[in-house]
């Protein structure tokens, strides 16, 4: 099976696959997973669905890379016989999905071997196929599956497979197109033209991005992702592209990433305006809008693609798991979770779009106060947190510290933005929400913010307090919490979210165990970079930089003592903090300061920092 780090994605703004080292498409869903994966040997075995083509001989060497500024994929095979080259991509702008596979013959003669194995609902539907007019159908029930190629191909056993070569100069192309199986087959179209049309529509979008920092290849490939992560009909940015990728090789902690999560909302919002891309900023804060609209007491942690919010969880037990970690979940029951700290995320997110220029619309801020109002009421609640514990609700630390952002910005909206509310009652509360944090959440002898109240655990998130303004970076209780996390959450170089001992038990009611979060570590760096200590913020930059696979991905953790990138894949939150800590290392006014609205003095040395 390929490591996480062997795939690279490749999408169209509505779906999404995962084409391996090998060759090999083993992730492949259909349009808002309403199907489940046509391709899911990712999860399970080569016989829940894969998609390979590749050299049939020995393959002394690959390589491959993204197109410069595109998400169209090439990845050549040195053979003793010769060098081929195979080009993956999705049609953009499609109304179905599309995969367009192409080779092209660069030296010598190379034999080549396809195999097709097509199974929808994750692995458990051997579908109906035949050939007709001259295409290869795939069908069973709501679902069918196009293939049309410049080889035909022949049924073995459940498998579809072709045997060819391919010489110098010569192209051989396919393409499978997925498409409700009640509604007529879309019409063929010709590869070549295709995949100049993606390549062009990535270039094109990637001409906007007008960051001119020392990282520029580093956002621009993280700002790609994002979009290839997005829901293009709604505007929602979906966390990952898979489901149950494991946070640790053969455990359980194995979660579906296919949704939108409001934890998310302010840090997208930023890196994308900060990006320059202002019109998929507003898609996204008009998601948010739509997603949470109703009654405040029902907010959700994440909705769908659309905004749905029945999200159930369950099982899949016919897949055998990725490196046979168990279980595999489709779902999310957390959607069901009391979190304080969406509250204060989506306000902030509508504060920091009227202050890149959105106007303030009645309607919005009429909701905005109805969520102030839902946090007045239950602040003083425990809740499960940041982290999505599903163990015991408590009283943690990030959670208030969101619940005064949300106070805080609706109190600037009012005096910055000249918006009407109860200007003196929102700022005593969030006066007070403020002394209580520091009096109850900080260990005066350990000298460090903990997870929670009347804890001695430590967590990642309470980095976000200089960055979200609620402490400046100069306090000293700021300072002496870098510190305690650098000693005891630190492991390789990278940050874990929380305190987990080995052999006991967990706050998130889990066996503990994970890797470093990626997110994490960005947040250390944004606040190496807040108090003053650029070096060290480069030097955790750097590595996490040096984390990214071949092709510039990020997964949701790593794992120090394998080496290998764990969790599901591509990860949103990582490319996002990618994005955001390569501002707040390069600009004046970085995400930091936009939410902290604390001027920074970036020298210049620091900004175009040698090599």
């Known amino acids: 099976m390929n490591r996480i780090e062997d795939y690279a994605l490749i999408g169209d703004t509505r779906t999404a696959a995962l084409v391996g080292l090998d060759g090999s498409i083993d992730w492949f869903c259909a349009p808002r997973f309403d199907s489940g994966a046509m391709f899911?040997?990712?999860?399970?075995?080569?016989?829940?669905?894969?998609?390979?083509?590749?050299?049939?001989?020995?393959?002394?060497r690959v390589t491959r890379a993204y197109r410069p500024n595109s998400m169209v994929l090439e990845t050549t095979f040195e053979c003793g016989s010769g060098t081929v080259t195979l080009v993956d991509c999705m049609l953009a702008e499609s109304p179905v999905p599309r995969l367009i596979r192409s080779l092209e013959g660069l030296s010598g003669r190379v034999a080549m071997a396809l195999e097709l194995i097509t199974r929808?609902?994750?692995?458990?539907?051997?579908?109906?196929?035949?050939?007709?007019?001259?295409?290869h159908v795939a069908v069973a029930g709501p679902d069918a599956l196009v293939v049309r190629g410049d080889v035909a191909l022949e049924g073995r056993?459940?498998?579809?497979?072709?045997?060819?070569?391919?010489?110098?100069?010569e192209r051989i192309a396919f393409e499978a197109v997925y498409h409700?199986?009640?509604?007529?087959?879309?019409?063929?179209?010709?590869?070549?033209?295709?995949?100049?049309?993606?390549?062009?529509?990535?270039?094109a979008w990637t001409k906007v991005c007008?960051?001119?920092?020392?990282?520029?290849?580093?956002?621009?490939?993280?700002?790609?992702?994002?979009?290839?992560?997005?829901?293009?009909?709604?505007?929602?940015?979906?966390?990952?592209?898979t489901t149950s990728l494991p946070e640790k090789l053969g455990g359980v902690r194995n979660w579906d990433y296919r949704y939108c999560w409001l934890r998310d909302a302010t840090f997208v919002l930023l890196a994308l305006h900060n990006g320059g891309y202002d019109h998929a900023a507003e898609a996204w804060r008009n998601w948010l809008l739509r997603a949470v609209a109703g009654a405040p007491n029902q907010l959700q942690i994440m909705y769908g693609l659309l905004g749905e919010r029945r999200i159930p969880e369950f099982e899949v037990p016919w897949l055998a798991g990725y490196e046979n970690s168990k279980?595999?979940?489709?779902?999310?029951?957390?959607?069901?979770?009391?979190?304080?700290?969406?509250?204060?995320?989506?306000?902030?997110?509508?504060?920091?779009?009227?202050?890149?220029?959105?106007?303030?619309?009645?309607?919005?801020?009429t909701l905005a106060k109805a969520v102030i109002a839902t946090v007045e009421e239950r602040w003083s609640e425990p809740d499960h947190g940041l982290w999505e514990i599903r163990g015991k609700p408590q009283h943690f630390t990030h959670s208030k510290v969101m619940a005064w952002v949300a106070l805080d910005r609706a109190v600037q909206t009012i005096e910055k933005l000249g918006a009407e509310g109860p200007l003196e009652r929102w700022r005593a509360l969030r006066d007070h929400i403020h002394e209580e944090i520091c009096a109850r959440a900080y260990d005066q002898k350990r000298r460090t913010f903990t997870q929670y109240y009347g804890s001695r655990e430590l967590d990642a998130s309470t980095l976000l307090l200089p960055i979200v303004?609620?402490?400046?970076?100069d306090d000293p209780?700021?300072?002496?919490?870098?510190?305690?996390?650098?000693?005891?959450?630190?492991?390789?170089?990278?940050?874990?979210r929380y305190t987990q001992t080995k052999g006991s038990s967990t706050v998130d009611g889990l066996p503990p165990g994970e890797g470093a979060f990626l997110a994490c570590s960005f947040w250390l760096a944004d606040a190496y970079a807040a108090v003053g200590r650029w070096e060290d913020a480069h030097a955790l930059f750097e590595r996490l930089l040096a984390l990214r696979n071949d092709v510039g991905l990020l997964s949701e953790e790593y794992a120090p003592d394998a080496k290998r990138l764990v969790g599901n894949y591509p990860q949103a939150f990582s490319h996002v903090g990618l994005v955001n800590t390569a501002y707040n290392l390069s600009q004046h006014m970085g995400p930091t300061q936009q939410r902290s609205r604390r001027e920074s003095t970036v020298p210049r040395e620091v900004q175009h920092p040698p090599g």
């Open 210 to 241: 007008r960051y001119d920092g020392p990282y520029r290849e580093a956002v621009t490939r993280s700002l790609l992702t994002l979009k290839a992560l997005t829901f293009h009909p709604t505007g929602a940015v979906v966390a990952a592209a």
């Open 327 to 365: 279980p595999v979940r489709l779902g999310n029951a957390a959607a069901g979770q009391f979190q304080l700290d969406v509250y204060g995320e989506v306000i902030d997110t509508l504060f920091q779009a009227h202050e890149a220029g959105a106007t303030i619309d009645e309607d919005e801020w």
């Open 180 to 203: 409700p199986s009640y509604e007529p087959r879309p019409q063929a179209i010709e590869p070549a033209k295709a995949i100049a049309h993606t390549d062009e529509y990535w270039r």
């Open 157 to 169: 056993g459940l498998t579809s497979i072709a045997e060819f070569e391919i010489s110098a100069g």
């Open 477 to 496: 209780r700021v300072g002496t919490t870098i510190e305690a996390i650098e000693h005891e959450l630190l492991e390789g170089g990278f940050v874990r």
């Open 469 to 473: 303004g609620f402490l400046p970076p």
């Open 40 to 60: 899911a040997a990712l999860l399970g075995t080569p016989d829940n669905g894969r998609w390979k083509i590749a050299p049939s001989e020995r393959t002394l």
């Open 120 to 135: 929808f609902d994750y692995g458990s539907i051997v579908p109906w196929v035949r050939t007709f007019e001259g295409a």
